[in-house]
């Protein structure tokens, strides 16, 4: 993910009122030192086991939401607001989420293209998702 994508979805999380959850590598502390236009300290918390934190947040009742094209995707539409702690789990732009978060999902959220794009930026998909789960779009 590059530093725009990470700074932009840094600025998303703070619109909602939303933290962002990313790996603990040295290249994303980098990314987001760089990416990082907000004036404030932002919520950000650096996970050092992605697919074993989301099982203990899923053990906490955390409705846990992935962004990705499946087979029992959800439209972006039909995603009711969150009304309960959600975690929305984004994957890498090429390969998507890896299939051991995958089986962790509660739910899996699609946003439909008509170009002939596949998928969005991951920045922009994420943001989409966050406001809807936000309730403010």
């Known amino acids: ?33 760089r990416g990082n236009t907000l004036r404030h300290r932002s919520c950000v918390h650096r996970v050092r086991n992605p697919v074993q934190w989301l099982g203990e947040e899923r053990s906490r009742s955390t409705r846990i939401i992935g962004v990705e094209l499946a087979d029992e995707s959800i439209r972006l539409a039909d995603l009711a607001p969150a009304r309960q702690r959600t975690v929305m789990v984004l994957g890498h732009e090429a390969t998507g989420i890896p299939p051991e978060a995958l089986d962790l999902l509660d739910a899996v959220v699609e946003i439909p293209m008509v170009g002939t794009g596949a998928s ?3 920045a922009v998909a994420g943001s989409l998702v966050l406001y809807k789960l936000a309730g403010l779009l």
């Open 1 to 33: 993910m590059h530093d725009a994508n990470l700074g932009t979805l840094l600025r998303t999380c703070d619109a909602v009122g939303a933290c962002l959850a990313v790996p603990a590598f040295r290249w994303v502390d980098e990314a987001l030192a």
């Open 120 to 122: 969005l930026n991951v």
